[in-house]
């Protein structure tokens, strides 16, 4: 009977064994094509994705960057916020630097001044502006860093003083921006983000390799206080542009994942689950610059956007799953648990041509006659092309009326818009952070992006009053408002909410995305072949 | 039939009357024997007349687009195929006939008349005319395009004309330099000493004696710069300098479809079976003409 | 011979001065800026930035500067890599494009060379019609297209090399050739047409006539003739393989000096876009004396004066 028991006892346990063994076995290296070269791995100097997706490795900010935008505690244990919502406190845990010395709350107000510096003209210094006197201090108003809303109180404790009530401030604590600095290292090397042997981190990897043009290899940080939790030992990543040779490798074995997919093979992909959309919060659109007649005409701008077939663009020239657009805030900002463009529903149709005809009939230009030649600008993109050559056919098909395509050069485009020297603009924007006011502040009367220089009072008024309190509810319905207003006078015509194409393996697991873009590595493993 | 023919101050011959051609209608006889270079001469009319007549008559525009049948291969619908928008590719091809073998036909003409000759002139007067006008081929070479080609597209409208424009300030380097290396090695031979001796004029001497000595050279330039002319075409027209969209060269449709080459190879197949039949028309009608050009075969064949 | 040395180098000097007179001239008349973005800058942010970099000098004090800092091979920082400086950037992609330039032209010579002579000595054969065909069709494919085949038949489909990268001698292989298709296809039409024409002289017949010796030798020094407008080619050839191809070395993602010309313009990257292109001028002019320097062994009748 006994040695029954332990035959039963045996067998249990080697039925266990296969579950025991659905722990990661495999190699726990992650190759990954980061598709570019990164321009610099400064928290406070970087702007692009790839860059972001290796900061956001090798430093934490005071909190984590979460997939959902959850706020989960990361240099920060703990904090306080202010009735007011103009106060916050935070409390550092016991960190490390990757060179051994503590992580204080000086390295963070040293690195966030330092982003605002004017000498170190941060593009993205305009992510603290929301910080007392961030903006003053940046556009040289104010030549004294000290009164700037930041401020070690102690090693371990961070003061925080915004300008205005920022509910969304919480999103931007683990933006890459707002990560910290060793502040005894860049004092003395000034280009300690260089090269791997001076840099110097506080994230769960650190820095190994970097040859530029070719690749950056990343390994498990043992001093990271939550090393337990990350389960790769090391990354290395490529930098292929070229997208089919990129898959190419992938296929071949080469890679486990890549943040660029050619456009044409990915049908093919999603079919064998290879492909992911992943959420982007962003928004791909035709700019009309309102003082160019007939544009400045809001019956006008509305037929040209309700002449444009979305679901066949998504359908069939994008095929990643965008998603016609239906307002201008896309999905995926969520507060409070609503989802803002679910909440403000569609606030125009996707695609209306009898509606189109008949305004731009009301609007003088019957079946098109008459209406003048346009150009639509765009940069160089086989992508863009193929939207502008369908666009230009559905117009004159719908509308009965011409338009040409001019294509130019990235910064002679750029410069173009600068200078409102166009007709109508293609132009896409990402947010920064999850809130509508990364989308819809771009257009108030006089901002540097409102190229297509529209104006509207009632709009502005509505999106200075979401400045003005923290109260979320009241915040979000001043939005609802202003986008409302947005759509009926369509300064510009939204074409499709973007999202994020990765290619990762099946044996990849844990991956997420940021939906500002940057593929979320650090909870990664691989699952044993 | 015999004839006796008296010539002033020359022994009299008897010589079998022959039909006087002259150099041009020996060479087109010689040329008329080369089957190749006929079949060249041919496939390039034959292409010059489908570019002409062939887009008035297919029943597509070029700019049709069929969200329907996109990517799709060659079909009784669609001889060559779909592209991206659901586009008859053999109407685009035909349409694109037009771009291409206007470039190509133009940048030949801009070898041969302005690299030729400034070659010819710098490898044949030498020392320091050659020096200043090589100098000069350097410093073209060595200022980038891409600079020169983003100025020209801000400062002139978009069109075919600053196509011509970007390569005709480059295309010519290659034949000029490579004209003048032979040059330099044929005006010290015997012949050149010879003309110079009796007086000939110097235009002469290039014309009639130097440049026809580097046919060889100077017709396997040509002919294959052509394609390297409708690639440099196609980027150009890429970032924005030439025709715009929808409208499409043989090299635009080719390298824009290079994306799609998995998913739709007949996008990338037909534009450049086409380049390719153009490049070996003009070779072997080039490799023909050189041939019947030649001083030394006369009178032979 | 070495008085025309000399003569040349002062010329060469020139070319680069007027060539970097050229390039700043345009580089500045065209839009955009290096800090021209999406995501704009504050006015007050940018003025700061230009000042940094001392781009709001006047012009002829920059280019003055320019000059100046070229004259003591330090070519400044790069704008768009913040940690890099142009120096940096040329001495570590340039080896890697020369390795890849110079096995792409090996196998142009080696493959070419011959197939040309073939053709030429054996002319209409059909050994003449295949390798022409080939050296055609080297010439009309494109590199890009060539490029994106060799990654997807060898490197995906068949398996036996790397698709893309660099490291080891197997990452070479394929980019040579696809770099050096074009030249091969050249380099072997020149040789069999300048062959031909050679061979079609006199001397050459009668050297025919009169036996192995004789031909031997005769051919010998007709190669050397012929041969001329292949190392005429050659010279600008090289020096722009040697710097970098663009297109192959970004869809095989190499990390070498070709990508870098054609972003810095993308980038406005004004340092970056003035050393590479001094860099690359120094290579044209030189490979040119030393083609120059090369006809006077190949035909010693040929003078420069």
């Excluded at chain 1, 294509?407 to 166009?422: D, G, M, P, S």
């Excluded at chain 1, 989308?439 to 400045?467: C, H, K, P, Q």
């Amino acid at each position: 009977m006994h040695r029954f028991k332990v035959v039963l006892a045996l067998a249990v346990a080697m039925a266990l064994v296969p579950m025991a063994s659905a722990q990661p076995q495999a190699s726990q290296v992650l190759r990954w094509n980061v598709a570019t070269d990164l321009e610099t791995l400064d928290p406070a100097k970087s702007t692009g994705i790839p860059e972001a997706t290796v900061i956001y490795l090798l430093y934490e900010g005071l909190t984590q960057r979460d997939a959902k935008g959850r706020l989960v505690p990361g240099m920060a244990e703990r904090w306080d916020i202010s009735k007011d919502g103009l106060t916050w406190t935070f409390y550092l845990r016991q960190a490390r630097w990757s060179n051994g010395q503590m992580v204080t709350a000086a390295d963070f107000e040293f690195a966030w001044k330092r982003a605002l510096d004017p000498a170190v003209a941060s593009d993205y210094a305009y992510q603290l502006y929301y910080l007392k006197n961030g903006k003053a201090y940046n556009t040289g108003k104010i030549k004294d860093a000290g009164q700037v809303g930041v401020v070690a109180k102690d090693a371990r404790t961070l003061v925080v003083t915004l300008e205005n009530p920022t509910p969304f401030f919480g999103d931007l604590l683990s933006f890459h921006t707002l990560m910290p600095v060793p502040k005894a290292v860049v004092t003395t090397t000034p280009l300690w983000a260089g090269k791997a042997e001076t840099f110097v981190g506080n994230g769960p990897f650190v820095l190994k390799e970097w040859r530029r043009q070719n690749r950056i290899v990343v390994e498990r940080n043992p001093q990271y206080w939550d090393a337990q939790s990350i389960k790769l030992a090391r990354i290395e990543f490529s930098m292929i542009e070229a997208e089919s040779t990129a898959l190419a490798q992938y296929e071949a074995g080469q890679l486990d994942g890549s943040s660029n997919v050619p456009v044409a093979d990915i049908p093919r992909l999603m079919k064998s689950g290879d492909f992911k959309a992943m959420p982007y919060i962003g928004t791909y659109y035709y700019l009309f610059n309102t003082t160019r007649k007939p544009l400045d005409d809001a019956r006008v701008r509305r037929a040209l956007a309700f002449a444009i077939n979305r679901t066949l663009i998504t359908a069939r020239i994008t095929r990643a799953g965008e998603k016609p657009a239906v307002g201008f805030v896309p999905s995926g900002i969520v507060v409070n648990g609503v989802d803002f463009r679910a909440a403000g529903g569609a606030l125009m149709p996707v695609y209306d041509p009898a509606l189109a005809k008949r305004l731009l009939a009301e609007a003088g230009y019957p079946d098109g006659k008459g209406f003048p030649v346009l150009t639509i600008l765009y940069n160089t993109s086989q992508r863009h092309k193929t939207i502008a050559e369908a666009i230009q056919e559905m117009w004159r098909q719908n509308l009965g009326i011409k338009v040409n395509l001019t294509n130019q050069e990235w910064k002679v485009y750029l410069q173009t818009r600068e200078e409102h020297n166009f007709d109508i603009a293609r132009a896409g924007w990402i947010g920064d952070y999850r809130d509508p006011k990364t989308f819809l502040d771009m257009f108030i009367t006089g901002s540097s992006f409102n190229e297509g220089l529209w104006s509207n009072n009632a709009y502005d008024r509505f999106v200075e009053a979401t400045t003005k309190t923290a109260d979320q509810t009241a915040r979000m319905k001043a939005f609802h408002e202003a986008e409302k207003i947005f759509i009926r006078e369509m300064p510009l015509a939204p074409i499709y909410f973007y999202v994020n194409p990765i290619l990762f393996k099946p044996y990849v697991q844990g991956l997420e995305s940021d939906p500002t873009g940057p593929p979320l590595l650090r909870s990664v493993w691989i699952v044993g072949s | 039939m015999a004839t006796t023919i008296m010539r002033k101050g020359r022994p009299a011959a008897v010589e079998q009357e022959r039909p006087r051609v002259g150099f041009w209608g020996d060479a087109w006889r010689r040329l008329r024997r080369n089957r190749a270079a006929m079949a060249g001469l041919w496939i390039t009319v034959f292409l010059m007349i489908a570019a002409l007549i062939g887009p008035p008559l297919s029943p597509y525009r070029y700019s049709d687009q069929d969200f329907d049948h996109i990517f799709e291969g060659p079909s009784r619908a669609h001889w060559f195929g779909t592209d991206e928008l659901g586009r008859d590719l053999l109407t685009r091809v035909l349409y694109g006939a037009r771009i291409s073998l206007s470039i190509g036909f133009v940048a030949s003409f801009v070898n041969v008349v302005i690299g030729v000759t400034y070659g010819a002139i710098s490898g044949y007067f030498g020392g320091k005319i050659d020096n200043l006008m090589m100098r000069i081929v350097d410093v073209i070479y060595g200022v980038p395009l891409l600079l020169w080609v983003i100025l020209l597209m801000v400062v002139l409208e978009p069109g075919l004309i600053n196509i011509y424009i970007a390569l005709g300030t480059v295309y010519w380097l290659t034949m000029a330099r490579i004209v003048r290396g032979q040059v330099l090695s044929l005006r010290e031979r015997e012949f050149t000493e010879a003309a110079r001796a009796l007086g000939v004029s110097t235009p002469r001497i290039l014309l009639r004696h130097i440049v026809p000595n580097t046919m060889g050279p100077i017709i396997v330039t040509m002919t294959l710069s052509v394609p390297q002319a409708i690639f440099v075409e196609a980027f150009l027209s890429y970032i924005g300098l030439g025709v715009q969209a929808p409208m499409a060269s043989w090299g635009s449709l080719a390298s824009d479809a290079t994306e799609v080459l998995r998913v739709a190879p007949h996008l990338v197949f037909f534009p450049g079976l086409a380049i390719v039949i153009t490049m070996l028309a003009f070779n072997f009608l080039g490799d023909g003409l050189r041939d019947a050009l030649d001083p030394r075969l006369r009178g032979t064949m | 011979m070495s008085r025309f040395i000399v003569r040349r180098l002062v010329s060469m000097l020139l070319v680069l001065w007027v060539v970097t007179t050229l390039t700043f001239a345009l580089m500045k008349a065209i839009p955009g800026g290096p800090f021209t973005a999406e995501k704009r800058l504050p006015p007050e942010v940018l003025v700061n930035l230009e000042a940094r970099y001392r781009l709001n000098d006047p012009l002829w004090k920059q280019y003055l500067d320019y000059l100046g800092n070229m004259a003591r091979f330090d070519l400044g920082p790069s704008f768009k890599y913040e940690d890099l400086t142009v120096n940096d950037i040329i001495r570590e992609g340039f080896p890697v494009s020369a390795e890849l330039g110079v096995l792409a032209l090996l196998f142009a010579l080696a493959v070419g060379v011959p197939a040309g002579l073939v053709s030429a000595l054996r002319q209409y054969s059909t050994a003449d019609y295949i390798s022409m065909l080939w050296a055609l069709l080297g010439v009309s494919i494109p590199s890009f297209l060539l490029a994106t085949l060799f990654i997807y038949v060898f490197g995906l489909r068949l398996h036996v090399l790397p698709a893309g990268g660099w490291g080891t001698p197997a990452h070479v292989l394929l980019p040579a050739i696809a770099l050096g298709m074009y030249p091969t296809g050249f380099i072997a039409r020149l040789t069999r047409s300048s062959m031909l024409e050679v061979i079609r002289q006199d001397y050459v017949r009668t050297a025919r006539a009169k036996g192995l010796a004789e031909i031997v030798v005769t051919y010998r020094h007709a190669l050397k003739n012929a041969i001329i407008p292949v190392v005429t080619y050659l010279g600008p050839i090289t020096a722009a393989v040697l710097t970098g191809s663009f297109v192959v070395e970004r869809i095989f993602a190499i990390p070498g000096l070709g990508r870098h010309f054609v972003t810095s313009i993308y980038n406005r990257d004004y340092t970056v876009i003035m050393g590479t292109t001094v860099f690359y001028s120094v290579f044209l002019v030189g490979m040119n004396l030393v083609v120059d320097v090369a006809y006077g062994f190949l035909d010693p009748r040929i003078r420069f004066d």
